[in-house]
């Protein structure tokens, strides 16, 4: 198979770019190891910048989003027995986020590249990278017991943290940051109302926790969590106990439990490979960079990725010049450190640290309390968790 672009991965960097390119009349195929099911039984975070929207809408797969998205104008941070309201639109000038779960987002892009024609390879095996510094590289992989080869002008990386394409650059071509988090968290879906109609951050002495949901009926709530925790001595009831003790007591009260429909532990880290290139691999999305999940950022950032790597590839088709192709690292990464650095900061802010000790404790108190009496510090929050311009 011969084709302009060979993109590694279905999750939403590799499909938002697929449907970007395929606009463009690029021809492109996407390469995914895994079953299509399995990529849509994923569960992740569910808060979209609007940038990310406005992506969506550019790739023609805005409709359900703008149907069934929850509009939130603002979220709450609870602390100290009290919950303050973080009023994201009031301090941005009017801007806004959509609750819509990462899921939902990979359904439509899903659907979309289905309808388009243009060519998945699902249940690819083996799936390995040739020639990257030469002009054509090559992907392989396995499919129904035979070996393929797709020779294309550029491969983009899209693959995840776990994927093959980082792995394929030399070590020595490559530089990589990492920051990992002494602790996990616990999430759990329920086919329940959320105990608010705004996503509620906690900071409690017992350690962090999130009321989160992806529609009116249906909660996804999280709590900090040892690494060494073992999700079978988490029943449901334990859970949603540990959750009401890290509330107020009126939000506990109100805080309506059920069954789980899923329930797993997630460790939490900071990540950045860089350049997010080497010859003709282009990385985008975790491939290149991990966030902790506290702020929502990891789609978010994928999706700014793309809004960057397809402009330059049409640029290169659109004018046979490269310039916008050589940028594309520095400027992505210019973006994603903005990111790293606010990932990390409301992690920070709002976790329990087992070696901060009584001193790091009443700082972090103090640092609470400075922002919510602050509309300058609740600005800059606010400013990064609507997500920062392109
Ligand atoms: N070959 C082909 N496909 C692969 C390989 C491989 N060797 N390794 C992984 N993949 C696939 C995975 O099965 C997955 O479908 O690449 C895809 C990567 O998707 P994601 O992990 O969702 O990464 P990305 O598209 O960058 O999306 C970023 O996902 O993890 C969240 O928080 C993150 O929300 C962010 C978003
Ligand atoms: C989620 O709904 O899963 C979610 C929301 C906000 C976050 C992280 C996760 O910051």
Not at 5 to 26: C, K, R
Not at 42 to 68: F, K, N, P, S, Y
Request: hydrophobic share 40%; net charge negative.
């Amino acid at each position: 198979m011969r084709v302009q672009v060979a993109i590694i991965g279905s999750g939403p960097a590799g499909l938002l770019l697929g449907q970007l390119l395929h606009l463009a009349g690029i021809d492109a195929v996407i390469i995914e190891q895994r079953s299509r099911d399995y990529v849509l039984g994923r569960i992740r975070a569910g808060v979209l910048e609007q940038g990310t929207v406005e992506m969506l809408d550019r790739a023609g797969v805005g409709a359900r989003l703008h149907r069934e998205g929850l509009i939130h104008e603002g979220f709450d941070i609870l602390f100290g027995g009290a919950r303050h309201r973080v009023d994201l639109s009031g301090l941005t000038g009017g801007k806004k986020v959509v609750v819509y779960g990462q899921t939902e987002v990979t359904k439509d892009l899903l659907d979309a590249r289905a309808a388009s024609g243009a060519k998945t390879v699902f249940e690819a095996g083996e799936v390995s990278l040739h020639g990257l510094d030469a002009t054509h590289p090559k992907v392989r992989y396995l499919k129904e017991g035979r070996e393929h080869q797709v020779e294309c002008d550029f491969i983009a990386g899209c693959d995840g943290f776990h994927g093959i394409s980082r792995r394929s650059v030399p070590q020595s071509a490559m530089q990589t940051y990492e920051r990992v988090y002494p602790f996990g968290w616990l999430g759990v879906l329920s086919d329940t109302r959320p105990v608010s109609d705004e996503l509620i951050y906690v900071s409690h002495e017992r350690g962090f926790a999130l009321c989160s949901m992806r529609s009116p009926t249906r909660s996804r709530c999280y709590v900090q969590c040892s690494l060494a925790e073992d999700l079978e001595q988490w029943p449901d009831e334990r859970f949603w106990g540990e959750l009401r003790s890290r509330l107020d007591p009126k939000t506990a009260e109100a805080l309506v439990s059920g069954p789980s429909i899923e329930k797993s532990i997630a460790p939490l880290r900071s990540f950045v490979a860089e350049p997010m290139r080497f010859g003709r691999l282009f990385l985008a999305g975790d491939a290149a960079h991990i966030v902790p999940p506290t702020g929502a950022k990891g789609l978010n950032l994928a999706a700014s990725d793309v809004h960057y790597l397809s402009g330059a590839l049409i640029d290169y088709y659109a004018s046979a010049s490269s310039a916008a192709l050589d940028g594309y690292s520095a400027r992505a990464l210019r973006r994603v450190w903005q990111a790293e650095r606010f990932s990390w900061w409301m992690t920070d802010l709002l976790h329990r640290f087992p070696e901060h000790g009584p001193f790091g404790e009443k700082v972090h108190a103090a640092e609470l309390e400075f922002l919510v009496g602050s509309r300058a510090a609740m600005s800059a929050l606010a400013e990064s968790y609507v997500g920062l311009p392109y």
